[in-house]
């Protein structure tokens, strides 16, 4: 009856068909290659996360009433500390501080007194961080300002070392050589 009119030719059509069956089968080349490296990825980053994170600092643990059990915050902040060594350079600059008393306060605020003179600034802390197989130390910030002898304390000072009485920090950058250790009044 109805009689079907074909308007691509025989040769075209084949053609289409072997190009579309190529594409097929490209395709599911790419998409298990595809898979293949999502699959190795996922695989990477579980194994990297599980490995590379840590709330450990590889510290052991300490006895109760430690310095190591207390928190540096809270070491800080009980008494008052003088400044026992500032080493900068190969330069003793610890005369400079002769007398002076240091009050770190729970809100931040850092007091020094000498003769009943207060120089205002600020400290904070910044604990230590594993991220991705590199580890910080812990470290404080301090800002008394740029007045002498305090603008020598302002800036970043990592932990090296501490005691119930005593705290060694280093500034992080090592070119500056400097070491500042304070000791409760």
């Known amino acids: 009856m109805y009689r079907s009119i074909k ?15 190529s594409v097929v089968i490209t395709t599911k080349k790419i998409m298990k290659s595809i898979a293949k490296i999502i699959a190795r990825g996922l695989l990477a980053l579980t194994v990297f996360g599980f490995t590379s994170c840590s709330k450990s600092n590889g510290a052991t643990p300490a006895s109760a009433g430690s310095a190591a059990t207390d928190s540096v915050t809270t070491l800080l902040i009980y008494g008052s500390w003088v400044i026992s060594s500032l080493i900068q350079a190969k330069e003793d600059n610890t005369p400079k501080f002769k007398d002076i008393v240091l009050t ?11 003769n009943g003179a207060e120089t205002q600034g600020s400290w904070s802390y910044t604990p230590a961080v594993t991220y991705y197989g590199s580890s910080s130390k812990e470290a404080m910030n301090i800002n008394m300002g740029t007045d002498e002898p305090f603008r020598r304390l302002t800036g970043t000072w990592s932990f090296v070392s501490r005691s ?16 500042l250790q304070i000791q409760q009044q």
Do not use: C, V, Y
């Open 7 to 21: 308007i691509i030719p025989a040769w075209l059509q084949q053609a289409d068909l072997r190009l579309l069956i």
């Open 104 to 114: 770190f306060s729970a809100n931040g605020k850092l007091s020094a007194i000498k």
């Open 164 to 179: 119930t009485t005593s705290i060694k920090m280093d500034n992080p950058e090592i070119l500056e050589d400097e070491h």
